[in-house]
């Protein structure tokens, strides 16, 4: 690999993790306040509206809604600076919108940061003018041009994997248990509350209403596996994580007991192979087996709290424990230990985001 595409590597690397950097505090806050509220409220908190557990857990699921809007706009940011931020949100709301997911959102950062790039690089007004270019010029087009691109060439393709996902997975329920349970927790897993997950949710619920309720328990474990594995990893080999995953894993672990799985993705998107093969091998375990096992869930949310209502709690305990293990055990096998170039790193990325030097000023 050459030094160009090496520096290429880590520009784009940078950019993210700027992204990500700006993303945790909405993820802890949100999280925690949806935790909070099924824990005061319970499984049914969503239905007592009126009630301070029901708006705790809104506030929660709205500012959820927030994530993949804050990535673009972060990334956008990171790439072009001010001007990328308004274009950001608009395209990471849009994202949201046509269910691009966390993957969407930050396509749709790049996207929207090099063209505001290529907007500052090619369009010259008058100099007279000059000072409609940060305010009307630079977000009109780049908002425009980016929302039409997102739009017209990542919406459809995720739309078409929807359906053909869920038609698989409709066609596969008098096949193989264990396949059936395998896939459903890979996706439940794979891109942590993404599109793919949102499929495998629809899917679940949609049996659920037709009183096949073994999905739901699937669902169930491929949401809580990933923060919980990657937290027995940690504690299996500590020198393979930086302080700010650390930190991450705070807020992560109690999220995860609560099947709030987003408490990862600061983790996850800073070794994203490693982390995803990781967890999408435990969850696929557990899932299988909780297929073959019979164990169903007949609520479609409340974490581990709701467990107890689950048909065979134990054997559902037991599937979530193998499927912890596995994701804990191969994570440590496959993480490299942490370098003083990645301390340094999360150090430089902490500064970026205090406001103390910020300085604002008329382009």
């Known amino acids: 690999m050459s030094a160009k595409s090496n520096h290429a590597g880590s520009v784009i690397k940078g950019h993210l993790l700027t992204g990500i950097s700006y993303m945790i505090p909405l993820i802890v806050a949100s999280g925690l306040c949806i935790a909070l509220g099924q824990i005061l409220g319970g499984a049914d908190v969503g239905k007592a509206e009126g009630t301070i557990p029901y708006m705790i857990n809104q506030i929660g699921g709205w500012g959820m809604g927030l994530v993949v809007p804050l990535i673009c706009a972060a990334i956008a940011y990171s790439i072009s600076d001010r001007p990328g931020i308004a274009p950001g949100l608009i395209v990471g709301f849009i994202c949201s919108q046509i269910q691009a997911g966390f993957i969407g959102g930050m396509l749709g950062g790049f996207l929207v940061g090099y063209v505001v790039l290529g907007i500052r690089k090619y369009v010259r007004l008058p100099k007279s003018m000059q000072g409609l270019m940060p305010v009307l010029v630079i977000p009109f087009l780049a908002t425009l041009i980016s929302g039409l691109c997102i739009f017209l060439v990542i919406g459809q393709p995720i739309v078409w994997l929807q359906g053909s996902l869920t038609h698989v997975l409709e066609s596969m329920q008098g096949g193989s248990k264990f396949a059936l349970g395998a896939i459903l927790g890979l996706m439940a897993t794979f891109d942590f509350g993404g599109p793919v997950n949102k499929t495998m949710s629809l899917f679940a619920d949609g049996m659920l209403v037709q009183g096949i309720y073994g999905p739901e328990a699937v669902k169930f474990v491929g949401s809580i596996i990933p923060p919980l594995g990657i937290t027995l990893s940690y ?11 650390k930190e991450s894993l705070k807020a992560a672990f109690p999220m995860g007991i609560c099947m709030v799985t987003e408490g990862v993705i600061p983790i996850a998107a800073r070794d994203l192979i490693r982390v995803v093969t990781s967890c999408v091998i435990g969850s696929a375990v557990a899932g299988g087996l909780i297929m073959i096992w019979g164990v169903e869930a007949p609520v479609p949310h409340g974490g581990l709290f709701v467990v107890p ?51 604002f000023k008329v382009e």
Do not use: Q
């Open 309 to 359: 209502l689950f048909t065979h709690p134990w054997l559902f305990m037991t599937a979530l424990l193998i499927g912890t293990g596995i994701c804990g055990i191969t994570l440590s096998l496959l993480k490299k230990p942490v370098t003083a170039v990645d301390e340094e790193f999360d150090d430089t990325e902490d500064e970026s985001v205090s406001f103390d030097d910020i300085v």
């Open 235 to 245: 504690f299996l080999t500590r020198n393979k994580y930086t302080a700010a995953e």
